[in-house]
């Protein structure tokens, strides 16, 4: 994980975690801790229950700000300058409960399984309402999340395989 992110996604956890909001990190930063392999990216992405349940006056409290509110999503950023977009997306309510909690430094993380991470790429890797570059990058995290685990694979159902199948 580049350093720079972990101090304000440290602080968004124990937020999250005291105001006992359900939540799972997703995106570039759950690859990250899915495999060895580096992956940048530039902001932290959190999948939330409700994003009316967030801790907004906490979240201030400690230097955040929020800078946009969309249909599934809220966009913030952090004092130390990174960018977080919660989303409320209903694909991602199992894979929040099903979360499993990584230890990052001394905060416990609640992180998406690699399972649920496959899923949500290759589902983003086909949504042509994203830009091509999104897409290819997205359609790229979910082989390699299969290169480093291949059982993942009989996860999928035949629309996942095919999308894949298109590439590899």
């Not at 101090?7 to 690859?31: C, F, M, N, T, W």
């Not at 955040?64 to 989303?87: D, K, L, M």
């Not at 309402?129 to 979910?142: E, G, I």
Request: proline fraction near 4%; glycine fraction near 6%; include cysteine.
């Amino acid at each position: 994980m580049v350093a720079s992110k972990k101090p304000d996604l440290h602080k968004i956890a124990r937020v999250l975690s005291e105001a006992q909001v359900p939540y799972a990190v997703i995106g570039g930063v759950a690859l990250q801790v899915h495999q060895e392999e580096p992956r940048t990216t530039l902001d932290v992405d959190i999948a939330v229950i409700d994003c009316d349940l967030l801790p907004r006056a906490a979240l201030a409290a400690i230097g955040f700000s929020e800078t946009g509110r969309f249909a599934h999503s809220e966009n913030w950023i952090g004092p130390g300058g990174t960018p977080v977009q919660f989303t409320d997306d209903s694909e991602f309510a199992a894979a929040i409960h099903a979360a499993q909690s990584v230890l990052v430094d001394d905060v416990n993380l609640m992180v998406v399984r690699a399972v649920d991470l496959l899923h949500a790429k290759i589902r983003a890797a086909g949504d042509a309402a994203c830009r091509a570059s999104k897409r290819v990058q997205d359609l790229a995290d979910a082989l390699s999340l299969i290169e480093k685990s291949p059982t993942l694979k009989e996860d999928l159902d035949a629309g996942e395989v095919a999308l894949l199948g298109r590439v590899s």
